[in-house]
């Protein structure tokens, strides 16, 4: 893969054309009611978080104002289908809105005195699963310690980034399934890095160590080759991030 140092405001890794950070960045924001209950809402400031902070404040805010933080899930509606004309539902419209939402919510339960969980509904569950993702250590040993160490603490579910395994998915595939055994699920995030051919090839050879499924293989605009990929490999194939943050659900090819 190439890499490259980001040439400005230390932005981090460039990985096929992708920009990843080299520290981590949030937008908060802050929403008072008029009774005086405060709720905060969080969301993704990674590259650009003016951009994410510019469209709350000049865009979204004047759509907000006046409202009742209780109706947070039809304001949701409502500022979604603002910018549809002009196609924005992804990108940094879609993190604005995010934290926006989240704030509301968390206002709406203040007022109301109860949890969110409560205003959805209830509580349905006590445990939720989950995985590790990304093992962000600088080395491959690193990685695979800090992966045993998730292990110990209960955790038997990882996700290696193809944007740190230096010695290629395959490598850091098997150096895993070595370090964390035969009952570990382990998952590739290949970052849109192959073309179906590419892609095909390297889930085949990461199968060979049981791998749990295969992420973002080829760019997500390649419907057709995403279809062919995942019928040419037997792990699930998933994508995301055609429409960032559109749904939290990844959808698996079989």
Not at 19 to 33: F, G
Not at 56 to 79: K, N, Q
Not at 133 to 159: C, D, H, I, Y
Not at 222 to 231: E, H, N, P, S, Y
Request: proline content about 4%; charged content about 30%; overall charge negative.
């Amino acid at each position: 893969g190439i890499r490259d140092r980001s040439p400005s405001r230390g932005l981090g890794d460039v990985y096929k054309r992708q920009v990843y950070l080299d520290r981590d960045r949030t937008v908060l924001v802050r929403v008072e009611t008029e009774s005086g209950a405060v709720g905060w809402g969080e969301t993704y400031g990674l590259a650009a978080p003016r951009a994410t902070t510019e469209i709350i404040s000049d865009l979204l805010s004047d759509f907000v104002i006046g409202r009742e933080a209780a109706d947070a899930a039809a304001i949701h509606s409502d500022l979604y289908d603002l910018m549809r004309v002009r196609g924005y539902f992804g990108g940094f419209y879609l993190d604005a809105l995010a934290a926006v939402d989240i704030a509301l919510w968390d206002a709406a339960g203040r007022e109301a005195g109860k949890s969110v969980a409560e205003l959805l509904g209830g509580r349905r569950r006590d445990t939720l699963p989950a995985y590790v993702s990304g093992l962000p250590k600088p080395t491959l040993v690193e990685r695979m310690e800090f992966a045993k160490r998730w292990q110990e603490k209960g955790f038997n579910s990882f996700k290696i980034a193809g944007t740190v395994a230096d010695d290629g998915n395959v490598t850091e595939v098997a150096a895993l399934r070595s370090a964390l055994g035969p009952d570990a699920l382990i998952a590739c995030d290949m970052h849109w890095a192959y073309d179906p051919d590419g892609a095909i090839k390297e889930i085949k050879a990461m199968e060979a160590h049981d791998l749990w499924f295969a992420e973002a293989p080829i760019e997500p605009e390649d419907i057709k080759g995403l279809a062919r990929v995942a019928q040419s490999v037997e792990t699930p194939v998933s994508y995301t991030h055609l429409r960032a943050h559109e749904t939290d659900s990844y959808l698996v090819w079989r």
